[in-house]
């Protein structure tokens, strides 16, 4: 017995105790440790970081844009604006069965012709801008 009346501590003891110690040291900085923020997502959603292709584009698919089919243009002078009324008649550049322009938030996207549906107006599509088309558009 040692001088406290407790019994003698041997080497073993001390050596169970001290790995004992270590291991319960390295458990609290692993768990202080932060975690990378894709590991937390992946914990609580239960998914996979490897981010699915068809999935990107659904954050895009319910943004609403302006589309537009414009018949023709044209400019007139404020005087004249002034004088319309109720049956005038404004000539556009636009000729009659040439193809509409089909613009989504200002851009051309497409050329199509005019139909009726149901006593709707709507537009065939004859004709898609391809991208590289829209970029040498742009640069003009």
Aim: glycine content about 8%; aromatic content about 4%; charged content about 25%.
């Amino acid at each position: 017995m040692d001088d406290n009346g407790d019994a003698p501590i041997s080497e073993d003891d001390w050596g169970a105790a001290i790995a004992e110690q270590e291991k319960a040291e390295a458990a609290a900085a692993e768990k202080s440790e932060p975690q990378p923020t894709a590991a937390i997502f992946k914990e609580f959603s239960g998914k996979s970081q490897a981010p699915e292709t068809h999935n990107d584009i659904d954050f895009i698919l319910d943004i609403p844009v302006q589309l537009t089919v414009e018949l023709g243009r044209t400019k007139i002078a404020i005087k004249n604006l002034l004088q319309l009324a109720q049956g005038s008649v404004v000539e556009l550049d636009g000729l009659a069965g040439e193809p509409m322009d089909v613009l989504v938030n200002g851009c051309l996207i497409a050329q199509g012709e005019v139909v009726v549906v149901n006593d709707k107006f709507g537009i065939r599509l004859t004709d898609i801008v391809t991208p590289a088309e829209r970029i040498r558009k742009l640069n003009k």
